[in-house]
């Protein structure tokens, strides 16, 4: 399976795998569902793939983060019972 970093991927390939990206898409009035090069979709939107990406990864971070901790252990109270 060859892998394309995302500047060669559609946009619709990059809103599909990175959850929040669909949202800093439509903040930059760019349709998840365009076809489009993610490359020339920036372009057109006044910003390069590298700031538009910049923000997807920001927001993704800042999504995980507030994400509710998940533990992994049980307490002694649930394994007793």
């Known amino acids: 399976m060859q892998h394309k970093n995302y500047e060669e991927q559609t946009?619709?390939?990059?809103?599909?795998r990175v959850p929040e990206a669909r949202r800093v898409l439509r903040?930059?009035?760019?349709?998840?569902s365009n076809a489009m090069p993610l490359d020339i979709a920036a372009?057109?939107?006044?910003v390069?793939?590298?700031?538009l990406?910049?923000?997807?990864?920001?927001?993704a971070r800042r999504r995980a983060r507030q994400a509710p901790a998940i533990r992994e252990y049980?307490?002694?109270?649930?394994l007793v019972a």
Not at 11 to 16: M, S
Not at 48 to 51: G, K, L, Q, V
Not at 53 to 59: N, R, S, T, W
């Open 11 to 16: 946009v619709k390939e990059v809103a599909e």
């Open 27 to 32: 903040a930059y009035h760019i349709s998840a």
């Open 43 to 46: 372009a057109e939107a006044s």
């Open 48 to 51: 390069t793939p590298d700031e």
């Open 53 to 59: 990406l910049a923000v997807v990864e920001y927001k």
């Open 74 to 78: 049980a307490t002694e109270e649930e």
